[in-house]
């Protein structure tokens, strides 16, 4: 397996673009994990699917974000509009179970917002 | 909710040194502790896992990890560092339910030669 495959590795966008980042989990995983990484706030839960379906936003951090699974093998994470501060490495990761599997990441995707 | 905190942000050390990473965690029922790297420009890479059983977990490159139930602790250990440690580590806890795999912020380790 290819493992958790991100989509573009890199984006620059200017300031109120509305910027789309892509997902393929691993083949068989069930869940799916999108987290921001700042140098401030270190590795942040955005959103947590399961089976599909979101079972916890509280991280996404306002309106501007959001996430989509429509199905089991690609799930998206969009941000209108962007903003300098979204400005981070967004990472997906999967698992598949529930509690007592390991979560594997994709290579992430460095966005700048200028 | 379940939350980790890592106490040492940024740990120098030199190489064949030992090393210790704290972890304490906050949840109330059974968890499932995890130890990830992230290399210099990487993804997080799996270090090791606590699901049950032996409390003293080995992972890859001589780490191991210690579960501590009474203390709320998961504390990486590695005996001798070398130099291609030099990454950030995180800690990572997930319960049951609804909940998500939730880290640290992490602890940035230097090793010099």
């Known amino acids: 397996d290819a493992g958790v495959i991100q989509s573009p590795r890199h984006e620059v966008t200017e300031m109120g673009q509305e910027v789309t980042l892509r997902c393929k989990p691993i083949?068989?995983?069930?869940?799916l994990f999108w987290y921001r990484q700042t140098m401030m706030r270190g590795l942040e839960l955005l959103i947590y699917f399961n089976n599909n379906v979101p079972i916890d936003d509280s991280g996404m951090p306002e309106d501007r974000f959001s996430a989509k699974m429509p199905n089991a093998s690609f799930s998206t994470l969009k941000i209108q509009p962007s903003e300098p501060r979204d400005s981070a490495v967004y990472f997906c990761?999967?698992?598949?179970?529930?509690?007592?599997?390991?979560?594997?990441f994709g290579q992430g995707t460095r966005l700048t917002v200028v | 909710a379940q939350s980790v905190s890592q106490h040492n942000h940024h740990v120098i050390l030199s190489e064949a040194a030992s090393l210790e990473l704290g972890c304490n965690y906050s949840y109330g029922g059974t968890v499932n502790l995890f130890w990830y790297v992230q290399y210099p420009g990487q993804h997080l890479q799996l270090l090791l896992k606590y699901f049950s059983g032996d409390p003293l977990v080995k992972g890859i490159k001589g780490f191991e990890a210690e579960f501590i139930k009474s203390k709320f602790s998961f504390n990486l250990r590695k005996p001798s560092v070398q130099w291609s440690d030099t990454a950030e580590y995180f800690c990572a806890v997930r319960g049951g339910g609804a909940d998500g795999l939730t880290f640290g912020k992490g602890t940035h380790l230097i090793i010099q030669p």
């Open positions: 990761a999967s698992s598949f179970g529930e509690l007592n599997t390991e979560a594997f």
């Open positions: 083949s068989g995983h069930n869940s």
